[in-house]
Structure formats: C-alpha cells, structure tokens
C-alpha cells in the first residue's frame, strides 16, 4: 500500500534514573505511546518501531531530577497517506449517500456521493444495500467489500481521517478489477505494484517534554522546516 513507508530517525529521548537499569525498555515504552497516533515530527502515524540505543554515554540534564538524554536510532514503520495515493479498505457501511471503510483494520475512509462513479447505482436491500455497476451487475460493493479508492484529503486533526474518491480509473471492488482491471491485474500478477516503502532519514533536533507518568521524556515538537536535516533514499 502507497500510504506505508518505513523511516529512520535520530532521536534523543530522556529517561528517568530510575530506569537506569533498563534503558533500551524505557526507551520502547516512551515510543509506544506515540503509537497509533499522528505525530508531526514524523509526517505520519507511528505504526511499529525497533529502536537501537546509540554507545553507552547519555548527557545529563541540569535541574531538580536529572534525567539524562539517551541518543536513539529508530527504525519506524509509519502510515503517511496524501492525496491521490491509492489505498485499499474494507467496507464497513454504506447508504445511497457514502460508502465508510476501514483502511488496515484501524483507520477510517468516507467516500461521499459526488465522489462515486456514476456508473454506481445504489440498490437497497435487506442487508443495508449495495451499489451495483450500470455497466456489469457483477462489479457490485457492498458491506465487508475490499475495495480501492483514491485519497481525495487527509485530515491530520482526526487521525489521519480520510475523504476518498471511486472517480478515478482502476477503483472500485478489488475482487472485480483483479479480473477485469488489466493494469491492475497485471500489477498482482507481476508483483510489480508501486513501492509501498519510501526510506526517509529523520533528524530531530527539538525540545523535550515531560511524559504524564515521569519515567521518561522524548523531543516532541516538530522541528522547523530549515532546521530539519532529510536525505531520500530508494
């Protein structure tokens, strides 16, 4: 999937000297709880990550608890969608004026009327109702469908919530256009579908906050454009 992309940043997170012990835990933990949430610094929801702790050395922080600031290498799995990206979700609801899927199990997707092809016609029936293609009464979708939508906005304040699009060519049904979409299917066949996986390297260089339960602090605020040092990769 377009959205997926793996990343590597460089952080600096501070840990609490009473996980001196066990820093490289006290560092996951930290981590984790960013998981499943939009976070600016990384332009995406932190879906996994594998951190390495980077030597032995940690600098102290002046002040009345002295944590120390433990430099990390993060490798991270994130969820970045833009729009005309296509994804792929399962249809959970839907009425003659949406269609809502979830998009990896976790994250919504609302495609509006004016956004279904007019070669959709909506049908209802005793299980909800289902559109139906004018021109194959095959091609039909309707609730627990996978299908393929293009990404029309991303709203970043809702998680990433997504408004998409059945306008564009090579969207609809997954089941339907594996069999009758020849780019599509040549795609699967082929195993040449568009790379999911976009390397990225991070470097945070930020202020620090401090975590609601103390143990540990991690930088927070997203960096400024021109201070933010990126390098692409293939």
Same mark, same amino acid.
Do not use: C, Q, Y
């Given at each position: 999937m377009e959205a997926l992309r793996e990343a590597e940043a460089e952080l600096t997170v501070y840990v609490h000297p009473s996980n001196a012990a066990d820093v490289?835990?006290?560092?996951s933990r930290q981590l984790s709880t960013t998981l499943f949430s939009y976070e600016d610094r990384f332009e995406g929801v932190l879906l996994a990550h594998e951190v390495v702790v980077? #030597?032995?050395r940690a600098k102290i922080l002046n002040g009345l608890v002295p944590y120390f600031g433990v430099p990390v290498h993060a490798n991270l799995l994130l969820y970045s969608p833009q729009p005309d990206m296509i994804l792929e979700g399962k249809v959970e609801l839907l009425g003659k004026e949406s269609i809502h899927a979830i998009v990896l199990g976790v994250f919504s997707a609302a495609i509006m009327a004016d956004d279904i092809n007019e070669k959709f016609k909506f049908k209802r029936k005793g299980d909800g109702g289902k559109f139906i293609s004018r021109s194959d009464r095959h091609h039909v979708i309707r609730k627990g469908s996978m299908i393929r939508f293009s990404v029309k906005r991303v709203d970043t304040e809702m998680n990433c919530h997504i408004t998409g699009s059945l306008l564009p060519p090579h %969207? #609809? +049904?997954?089941?339907?256009? =594996? %069999?009758h979409d020849a780019e599509y299917a040549s795609?699967? =066949? +082929? #195993? %040449?579908r568009r790379p999911s996986n976009v390397g990225i390297k991070i470097k945070n260089e930020q202020d620090h906050k401090t975590s609601d339960n103390e143990d540990s602090v991690i930088n927070s605020?997203?960096?400024?454009?021109? +201070?933010?040092?990126?390098?692409w990769e293939e």
């Open positions: 490289r835990r006290a560092v980077n #030597g032995d %969207t #609809g +049904s997954m089941p339907w256009l =594996s %069999t795609e699967i =066949s +082929s #195993g %040449t605020e997203r960096p400024h454009k021109k +201070s933010r040092k990126r390098a």
